[in-house]
C-alpha cells in the first residue's frame, strides 16, 4: 500500500492512500468463502454454492467493505507511527478521492483531510506565583454547624400560642361579598414583608381570627397564588382584606444535643461526649474547607495555565466540519452559537494532555472509583444522609461509572487534580491561612 501525506500547511494536510489489490484481495476471498458456508441458497445445499455465484451475488459488497476496513485500519496505523496529533478524525477529501468502479478497478485511492494540534507551551515553573488558602475553622461554625444538626435532626410539634417561624392552618376568608373562602389555608408569618403584619399573628392563639391584607403583606402574587388556590394573575388583582381563623399551629422543635442526637449524627456509640461531637464536627468542616480550598487552587491554576498559552490558532473551518460531520442533529446555527466555547475547551484539553504527559500523570481504575464515591458521597450529603453504609456507596459510584458521560466527567477531574497537585511542587507556592468570610470575597 503506498502512503502519502503533503505537508503540514495551516495546521491541515492531506493523507492519500493507495490500495492494490494484493493489500485487499486475500480478505475478499475469505469473506466470500466464509459467506459460501453460510449462504442459504436454493436448490443448493449448505456449504455448496458455487463460490462463482457468491461472488457474482456478494462480491462488490464484500470488497466494499474490505476496502473500508483495510483504509481505515492502515490511515490509524500511520497516523500512529507518524505520532501526528490530530485533532479530531480524519474526513474524506471527495475532490481528491478517485470516483470508483468496483467492476473494473483493481488499484483505488482514497484521500483524507486531517488537521493537527497547534504547538505551545502550557507548563509553569517557578516564575509562576499560586497560593494555596487554608480556611480557618472558627468556634462559631463548629456551633453554627452543631445547631444545624440539631435543627436537621429536630421534630415538628403543635403549639397553642404563635411565634416566630411557626407554620399556621386555618380557615381564610375574603372581607367582602361573595368573595374568596379558603379552607385548610396554610399560612407562616415569617416570609410577610410587612412587620406589622406579622406582628398581628405573633402570640395569639388557637381559635383566634386576624384580619390582614394577603398582598399587602407578602407583596408576592406566586405567595399569595399559592396559599388562596388561585392564579397567580387573580392574586395580582387582590386589593381585600381576609380573615384568618386560626386552626393550627405547627412548630419545628430542634433536636436537644445528647447522645442521641450523636448517635443519628455519627451512627451509634462513634461519640463519647459533647466535646468529641463538636471535634468530629470541627474535622468534618475542616474537610469540606479543604475541598473549598482545592477548588479555588484548581481555578487559579487553570486561569495560570491558560494564561502561560495565550492565544492559539486553531484550523477552525476544518474544526466546523468535523463537528457538523460528527454531529448530525446539529444545525449550522448552533454550531455558530457554540464554536467559540468548543475552542475554548479545545485549548484546555490540549494543555491537561501536555500537562499530563509532561508530569508522567496516569489515571488509574482505582482513582475513578475513589472519586466517584467521594462524589457519590456528596450527594447523599446534600440531602442530609450523612453517613452512608460504606456498601451502599460502593454500588453506587459503581452505578454511575456505567454511564458514559459520568465516567468521562469523572475521569477529566481526576486528571485535572492530579495536573493541579503536580503543579505545587513546581510553581512558587504560598501557603495563606484565610478566614471563611475573606475567602468566600475572593470569589466576587
Given at each position: 500500500?503506498?502512503?502519502?501525506?503533503?505537508?503540514?500547511k495551516d495546521l491541515k494536510a492531506v493523507i492519500t492512500l493507495t490500495v492494490e489489490a494484493a493489500d485487499y484481495q486475500e480478505k475478499v476471498d475469505k469473506e466470500l468463502r466464509q459467506y459460501r458456508q453460510k449462504a442459504n441458497i436454493p436448490g443448493f445445499r449448505p456449504g455448496m454454492v458455487p463460490l462463482g455465484l457468491v461472488k457474482k451475488m456478494y462480491g462488490k459488497a464484500v470488497l466494499a467493505e474490505v476496502?473500508?476496513?483495510?483504509?481505515?485500519?492502515?490511515?490509524?496505523?500511520?497516523?500512529?507511527?507518524?505520532?501526528?496529533?490530530?485533532?479530531?478524525?480524519?474526513?474524506?477529501?471527495?475532490?481528491?478521492?478517485?470516483?470508483?468502479?468496483?467492476?473494473?478497478?483493481?488499484?483505488?485511492?482514497?484521500?483524507?483531510?486531517?488537521?493537527?494540534?497547534?504547538?505551545?507551551?502550557?507548563?509553569?515553573?517557578?516564575?509562576?506565583?499560586?497560593?494555596?488558602?487554608?480556611?480557618?475553622?472558627?468556634?462559631?461554625?463548629?456551633?453554627?454547624?452543631?445547631?444545624?444538626?440539631?435543627?436537621?435532626?429536630?421534630?415538628?410539634?403543635?403549639?397553642?400560642?404563635?411565634?416566630?417561624?411557626?407554620?399556621?392552618?386555618?380557615?381564610?376568608?375574603?372581607?367582602?361579598?361573595?368573595?374568596?373562602?379558603?379552607?385548610?389555608?396554610?399560612?407562616?408569618?415569617?416570609?410577610?414583608?410587612?412587620?406589622?403584619?406579622?406582628?398581628?399573628?405573633?402570640?395569639?392563639?388557637?381559635?383566634?381570627?386576624?384580619?390582614?391584607?394577603?398582598?399587602?403583606?407578602?407583596?408576592?402574587?406566586?405567595?399569595?397564588?399559592?396559599?388562596?388556590?388561585?392564579?397567580?394573575?387573580?392574586?395580582?388583582?387582590?386589593?381585600?382584606?381576609?380573615?384568618?381563623?386560626?386552626?393550627?399551629?405547627?412548630?419545628?422543635?430542634?433536636?436537644?444535643?445528647?447522645?442521641?442526637?450523636?448517635?443519628?449524627?455519627?451512627?451509634?456509640?462513634?461519640?463519647?461526649?459533647?466535646?468529641?461531637?463538636?471535634?468530629?464536627?470541627?474535622?468534618?468542616?475542616?474537610?469540606?474547607?479543604?475541598?473549598?480550598?482545592?477548588?479555588?487552587?484548581?481555578?487559579?491554576?487553570?486561569?495560570?495555565?491558560?494564561?502561560?498559552?495565550?492565544?492559539?490558532?486553531?484550523?477552525?473551518?476544518?474544526?466546523?466540519?468535523?463537528?457538523?460531520?460528527?454531529?448530525?442533529?446539529?444545525?449550522?446555527?448552533?454550531?455558530?452559537?457554540?464554536?467559540?466555547?468548543?475552542?475554548?475547551?479545545?485549548?484546555?484539553?490540549?494543555?491537561?494532555?501536555?500537562?499530563?504527559?509532561?508530569?508522567?500523570?496516569?489515571?488509574?481504575?482505582?482513582?475513578?472509583?475513589?472519586?466517584?464515591?467521594?462524589?457519590?458521597?456528596?450527594?447523599?450529603?446534600?440531602?442530609?444522609?450523612?453517613?452512608?453504609?460504606?456498601?451502599?456507596?460502593?454500588?453506587?459510584?459503581?452505578?454511575?461509572?456505567?454511564?458514559?458521560?459520568?465516567?468521562?466527567?469523572?475521569?477529566?477531574?481526576?486528571?485535572?487534580?492530579?495536573?493541579?497537585?503536580?503543579?505545587?511542587?513546581?510553581?512558587?507556592?504560598?501557603?495563606?491561612?484565610?478566614?471563611?468570610?475573606?475567602?468566600?470575597?475572593?470569589?466576587?
Amino acid at each position: 500500500m503506498k502512503i502519502e501525506q503533503t505537508e503540514v500547511k495551516d495546521l491541515k494536510a492531506v493523507i492519500t492512500l493507495t490500495v492494490e489489490a494484493a493489500d485487499y484481495q486475500e480478505k475478499v476471498d475469505k469473506e466470500l468463502r466464509q459467506y459460501r458456508q453460510k449462504a442459504n441458497i436454493p436448490g443448493f445445499r449448505p456449504g455448496m454454492v458455487p463460490l462463482g455465484l457468491v461472488k457474482k451475488m456478494y462480491g462488490k459488497a464484500v470488497l466494499a467493505e474490505v476496502l473500508n476496513n483495510t483504509v481505515g485500519e492502515e490511515l490509524g496505523k500511520y497516523i500512529e507511527d507518524k505520532k501526528l496529533n490530530i485533532l479530531g478524525d480524519p474526513l474524506p477529501n471527495e475532490e481528491l478521492t478517485p470516483e470508483m468502479n468496483l467492476d473494473e478497478q483493481t488499484d483505488f485511492t482514497f484521500a483524507f483531510d486531517i488537521a493537527v494540534a497547534p504547538e505551545f507551551n502550557a507548563a509553569l515553573d517557578g516564575k509562576n506565583k499560586l497560593t494555596h488558602y487554608t480556611i480557618t475553622v472558627t468556634d462559631e461554625m463548629v456551633q453554627n454547624q452543631v445547631k444545624s444538626y440539631a435543627e436537621r435532626f429536630g421534630q415538628y410539634i403543635d403549639a397553642e400560642e404563635v411565634k416566630e417561624g411557626d407554620v399556621l392552618k386555618g380557615l381564610m376568608t375574603e372581607q367582602k361579598e361573595g368573595g374568596i373562602v379558603k379552607e385548610n389555608a396554610m399560612l407562616n408569618p415569617q416570609y410577610m414583608q410587612l412587620k406589622t403584619e406579622i406582628k398581628k399573628f405573633i402570640g395569639a392563639k388557637k381559635g383566634d381570627i386576624i384580619t390582614f391584607n394577603p398582598m399587602k403583606a407578602y407583596k408576592s402574587e406566586v405567595e399569595v397564588a399559592s396559599m388562596l388556590d388561585i392564579k397567580k394573575e387573580e392574586a395580582a388583582e387582590l386589593k381585600s382584606d381576609f380573615t384568618f381563623e386560626i386552626q393550627g399551629i405547627t412548630r419545628h422543635e430542634a433536636a436537644k444535643i445528647d447522645g442521641e442526637l450523636f448517635a443519628k449524627v455519627y451512627g451509634e456509640n462513634n461519640v463519647k461526649d459533647q466535646a468529641d461531637f463538636e471535634a468530629k464536627v470541627r474535622a468534618e468542616i475542616e474537610e469540606n474547607m479543604a475541598e473549598d480550598s482545592k477548588y479555588k487552587f484548581g481555578l487559579d491554576a487553570k486561569e495560570a495555565i491558560l494564561k502561560k498559552v495565550g492565544k492559539v490558532e486553531f484550523p477552525e473551518d476544518f474544526l466546523r466540519r468535523w463537528v457538523l460531520a460528527t454531529n448530525k442533529e446539529m444545525k449550522q446555527e448552533d454550531l455558530d452559537r457554540d464554536f467559540p466555547k468548543m475552542i475554548d475547551e479545545l485549548r484546555w484539553h490540549l494543555a491537561k494532555d501536555q500537562l499530563m504527559k509532561k508530569y508522567d500523570i496516569k489515571v488509574e481504575k482505582e482513582d475513578v472509583e475513589a472519586y466517584a464515591k467521594e462524589v457519590a458521597k456528596m450527594q447523599f450529603m446534600q440531602y442530609g444522609l450523612m453517613h452512608v453504609d460504606e456498601q451502599y456507596l460502593n454500588n453506587f459510584a459503581q452505578e454511575m461509572l456505567k454511564k458514559d458521560d459520568q465516567l468521562r466527567g469523572i475521569v477529566e477531574r481526576v486528571a485535572e487534580n492530579k495536573i493541579y497537585e503536580a503543579l505545587k511542587g513546581v510553581v512558587k507556592l504560598e501557603e495563606k491561612a484565610i478566614s471563611h468570610e475573606d475567602f468566600g470575597k475572593l470569589f466576587k
